[in-house]
């Protein structure tokens, strides 16, 4: 059965970089079926698309995060990882790896938990 | 941005429908409209996916379509299990999708 799971700290200081990974567990991040998703959702708000990595290291970026924002993968490690730079308080979120279905469907078909990350002195 | 109601309430054994609308126009199939039940403190579930599919596992009380311009997720004869956040995604193209801001439901 695959699971993701996130990690990573739940606390960092402002303007210094948030470094998350997710690890698939029980299944390979090898795949052309599927993008990896970065997905959040901030106190009081709805979720919000972070990011999405393919398989070969190709990555999209909320625009809105573009400049804070890289992704990468490492496939012998069955793990995705997002580094955000920069971070405020607005960063503050839970922070969820999601893999979506890319063979005509479109949808998310497996998510982590989520991990806490509050942005704080 | 993809838009829900906030809140729902329905009685056991009701029928409730949550839709999730697009401010920009028409929610139609070529967004692939899909939905999530997402406990507190729990990783979401996929309801429903391309529309209308269940997603395997779940219940055909929960049944997905389109209602004049927007998705929409029907729950027929609810149980009391079915009280959670429901949250609708839309594909919009090159691998990416936004997110609907949830809709609290409520089984009492």
């Known amino acids: 059965q695959v699971q993701l799971l996130e990690s990573g700290p739940g606390l960092v200081k402002p303007s210094e970089t948030l470094s998350l990974t997710c690890t698939v567990s029980?299944?390979?991040?090898?795949?052309?079926?599927?993008?990896w998703y970065w997905v959040r959702q901030r106190p009081g708000n709805g979720l919000e698309w972070v990011g999405y990595?393919?398989?070969?290291?190709?990555?999209y970026y909320n625009p809105s995060l573009k400049s804070r924002l890289s992704m990468s993968v490492d496939t012998s490690k069955t793990q995705f990882s997002l580094r955000l730079n920069s971070v405020t308080a607005a960063d503050t979120a839970t922070y969820f790896c999601?893999?979506?279905?890319?063979?005509?469907?479109?949808?998310?078909?497996?998510w982590g938990r989520g991990t806490q990350v509050d942005v704080a002195t | 941005a993809v838009t829900q109601e906030p809140s729902f309430s329905v009685s056991p054994g009701g029928t409730v429908t949550l839709t999730c609308g697009f401010n920009?126009?028409?929610?139609?199939?070529?967004?692939?409209p899909s939905w999530y039940q997402q406990p507190p403190g729990q990783a979401p579930r996929t309801v429903i996916y391309?529309?209308?599919t269940r997603s395997p596992g779940v219940p055909d009380r929960f049944s997905g379509s389109i209602l004049g311009n927007k998705a929409a997720l029907t729950i027929t004869g609810a149980q009391t299990e079915d009280e959670s956040d429901y949250f609708c995604?839309?594909?919009?193209?090159?691998?990416?999708?936004?997110f609907g801001g949830g809709t609290k439901l409520t089984v009492l």
């Open positions: 391309n529309t209308d």
């Open positions: 920009s126009g028409s929610v139609s199939t070529t967004h692939f």
């Open positions: 995604v839309l594909y919009m193209g090159n691998g990416i999708s936004m």
């Open positions: 029980g299944g390979s991040i090898n795949s052309g079926a599927f993008y």
């Open positions: 999601a893999r979506q279905v890319t063979t005509g469907d479109w949808f998310f078909d497996l």
């Open positions: 990595i393919f398989y070969s290291g190709t990555a």
